[in-house]
């Protein structure tokens, strides 16, 4: 069963902790993504890696951390220094050089 | 930086009739556009895209259209579901990165 897992789905925490979600793919796909969506609102780019053991930031990784040592997995740390981490964290994932992503199902991330 | 945007952010549509949403791009070097639904607590799932080179495209009960000279977007969605009900994005892409807009929220009436 091919696809893109994302766990936990609901992750709580306090602040100032560090957490890290995590984001699997079978699909074969080089291309992995991360985004962040708030309420009402369109999905924000955080990280993206194109290729394993490199990684781009995206609109807004001030906060966050990833690393992309296999292929099939691409880990997204939320650190104590992201002012407003409450958010739902989607994953995707593609084919190099194709526009089509193929998204996880999310996790929602809440820190009180 | 240039940004995506839906005309609506709301749309109520009785079971059995066509839906329209739209979507106002900005930036013209934009080369392919792609629509999502989002199901409440999930992930987005495509639907269908268009490269910038093209004006129309069908799908499985859904067109998407694209105007150029008016940086228009629409999806058309034909004798509208129940399980049509969702939140749409559209997204545009450059150097394969995608820019979401807000969304519009599609509400099916029985």
């Known amino acids: 069963d091919g696809g893109i897992t994302q766990s936990p789905k609901y992750l709580f925490r306090k602040e100032g902790q560090n957490v890290t979600l995590s984001c699997e793919q079978n699909l074969n796909h080089d291309a992995m993504y991360w985004y962040r969506q708030d309420p009402g609102q369109g999905l924000r780019l955080i990280y993206y890696?194109?290729?394993?053991?490199?990684?781009q930031k995206g609109d807004i990784a001030e906060g966050y951390s990833v690393s992309r040592e296999k292929k099939e997995s691409f880990p997204l740390t939320v650190t104590s220094a992201q002012k407003n981490p409450t958010a739902f964290y989607l994953c995707?994932?593609?084919?190099?050089?194709?526009?089509?992503?193929?998204f996880g199902p999310g996790t929602r991330l809440t820190v009180t | 930086g240039e940004s995506v945007g839906l005309h609506l952010p709301t749309l109520s549509v009785q079971e059995g009739d066509n839906s329209i949403i739209n979507c106002a791009y900005s930036?013209?070097?934009?080369?392919?556009f792609i629509w999502y639904k989002q199901e409440s607590g999930k992930g987005p799932q495509f639907i269908i895209d268009i490269r910038s080179n093209m004006d129309k495209r069908q799908g499985q009960r859904v067109t998407v259209l694209l105007n150029k000279t008016v940086k228009h977007l629409s999806l058309q969605i034909a004798a509208t579901q129940p399980g049509d009900s969702a939140v749409y994005f559209c997204a545009e892409s450059n150097d394969y990165k995608l820019s979401f807009g807000a969304g519009t929220t599609v509400t099916v009436r029985a």
């Open positions: 995707a994932s593609s084919w190099t050089g194709n526009n089509e992503q193929y």
């Open positions: 890696s194109q290729i394993v053991n490199d990684f």
């Open positions: 930036n013209s070097a934009s080369d392919y």
